[in-house]
């Protein structure tokens, strides 16, 4: 047996538990999705939204990414949030950010990156250049990472609003609220930073 075995076994107790439990529940599962969440997290395998937030099958819809980004320019991302606002009708839009995000942690150091991925954390690295005077401040080296893993949230959630997918909406009167949350690797726990 491999993981991937593995896997597929505790896949096959899940569902006929759920069956038991339930016996509509694929019925009402293959019919459609109606989630009311669009969470968008980090790909870091430590931070499973499912499993810390313990939200069902078809709660939330989930775009996730190294260090939990809303580019303007990713097409992935705003595929993702326009259907979740215009088609799913979502009412709210969640940034997960984590401490001790590598993302993070490689926009912080002086090391380059793997090509792909040096690429995509520019991104945060704007944004540590736009907080320099703030994250300069802080003496502890950890503490001034973890700072920036809470501004990236806070940017992104920005830069969510600004879109003019959640323009519209808003404008049309959609009463949508973003969330930006931290979680912390290290306790389990997950934080409010900001909503807008
Ligand atoms: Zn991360």
Redesign the pocket.
Known sequence: MDQIDDLLAYNKSWAERAKTDDAQYFDRMADKQNPSILWIG???SR?PPSVITGAKPGVMFIHRN???LAVHSDISFLAVLEYSVDVLKVDHIVVA??Y?????KAACSHEPAPDMVDHWIQHIRDIKRMYQSELDAITNPKNRENRLVELNVIEQIRNIANTTTVRRSRKRGASLKLHGLVYDTATGELQRLIES
């Open positions: 980090c790909s870091d931070v190294i260090a939990n950010g984590h001790n995000c590598g993302g993070v």
